[in-house]
């Protein structure tokens, strides 16, 4: 071969190799370029609303799931997640994610339980099938929904009966009191339902409404009389005696009835004056004290043993002796021809004048045994007893 020829057969192997450079570097470069395409596809930042809070989430994946795990956002049968989890997810794309919580609710008395993803009382209620303009709840629509039982009260009729008369009445009231409020039926004090006020209101039932009403009522009632108790150092003490006898007085009241269905129910009293003032009943009470007859000795065929023996003779024993023994050493020492010149009293007794004794015996004057029957006559007529007249004369200084 010509030298020519060689340096023509080695410029094009080196333009050979050259070439298959350029092939395995354009073919390096397609990989990379197509690496990074891929890289580029599957990373992804998109915003997750997760009940209501937006997080932002920058992972690899294609679809709404690998974000979601990407991100440790857990979902369950009864959560809502939209887009669905097997949907692709755009590179800039939202998720929104409502976690599934079970509610107390209570529709009319009646209770249950439902699943829901609602984030606020207003949500729920939508959820639950109910026109907002037909119902009342326990929490404002707008309230964010909590663990408290949601009270939903809806529209329905009650059937009132008034004086006869039916009211149908649409409320959407939760009790029957605010549903009468709703009707517009206001009831009057003393009226009476047969329902509480405080009862659910559901649809359909039936209230009966009695009406009260008033009317007047004069009585004559007794007023009865108060006791008093007077001391009396005049009796005997432990002994009484009525003084003034007591009366009962007179009021007339006149009351307002309550009257309902007939039936009295209140009496209020509206007017009352005595018409007759009730007199008090006093009883005297005796506080003289007695002379002790264990200390009683008279002398054998004196006035005194005479007086004593007579006085048994009547059925007086030795406490009433000691009175009258007593009462007459007082009035006269137990003399026969005791007189008071002042007075004219006189004898044993000390009767006044002294000529009453003769209606005794005509030795009145001399006689002790005729002084003493005429005295004991005396003071049983009067007092009852020597004792009784011991007292009179102990407290006013003559009996």
């Not at 209020?268 to 003032?277: F, G, R």
Request: glycine share 10%; charged share 20%.
């Amino acid at each position: 071969m010509r030298p020519d020829q060689e340096r023509a057969t080695g410029r094009r192997g080196l333009r050979g190799r050259r070439a298959a450079r350029v092939v395995a570097q354009a073919a390096v470069l397609a990989v990379v370029a197509a690496a990074t395409s891929a890289f580029a596809v599957l990373h992804k930042t998109v915003t997750v609303d997760v009940d209501g809070s937006s997080v932002e989430v920058e992972a690899f994946g294609r679809t709404v799931g690998d974000m979601l795990a990407s991100a440790d956002i857990e979902v369950g049968d009864r959560d809502l997640v939209a887009p669905a989890v097997d949907q692709p997810i755009a590179r800039s794309g939202q998720i929104v994610v409502r976690h599934g919580r079970e509610l107390a609710v209570e529709v009319d008395g009646s209770h249950r339980s439902v699943w829901t993803t609602a984030l606020t009382v207003g949500e729920a209620v939508d959820g639950l099938g109910l026109r907002g303009d037909e119902v009342r709840l326990s929490a404002s629509r707008s309230a964010s929904l909590g663990r408290d039982t949601l009270r939903v009260s809806t529209l329905k009729t009650l059937h009132l009966v008034v004086d006869g008369q039916i009211i149908d009445g649409v409320s959407s009231a939760a009790t029957v009191r605010d549903s009468l409020r709703d009707i517009g039926l206001v009831l009057n004090d003393g009226d009476q339902l047969s329902v509480s006020l405080d009862a659910t209101a559901v649809d359909g039932l039936v209230v009966l409404v009695t009406r009260a009403s008033t009317s007047g009522e004069t009585v004559t009632e007794a007023m009865p009389f108060e006791s008093q108790e007077v001391e009396d150092p005049g009796m005997v003490k432990g002994n009484t005696v009525i003084a003034t006898k007591g009366k009962a007085g007179v009021r007339t009241t006149t009351y307002e009835l309550q009257v309902v269905g007939g039936v009295v129910v209140g009496r209020t009293p509206i007017a009352s004056v005595v018409t007759v003032a009730p007199v008090a009943q006093v009883t005297k009470v005796g506080t003289a004290e007695l002379p002790d007859p264990s200390v009683v000795a008279v002398e054998p065929g004196t006035a005194q043993a005479l007086g004593k023996e007579m006085a048994a003779a009547r059925g007086w024993g030795d406490d009433q002796f000691a009175c009258l023994l007593a009462l007459w050493n007082k009035e006269s020492g137990w003399r026969v021809n005791a007189e008071n010149k002042s007075s004219g009293a006189y004898g044993i007794p000390q009767a006044l004048p002294g000529t009453k004794m003769a209606t005794v015996a005509d030795d009145w004057r001399t006689n002790p045994a005729t002084q003493i029957t005429w005295g004991l006559n005396y003071i049983g007529a009067r007092y009852g007893d020597p004792c009784g007249a011991y007292a009179h004369s102990q407290a006013k200084g003559w009996y």
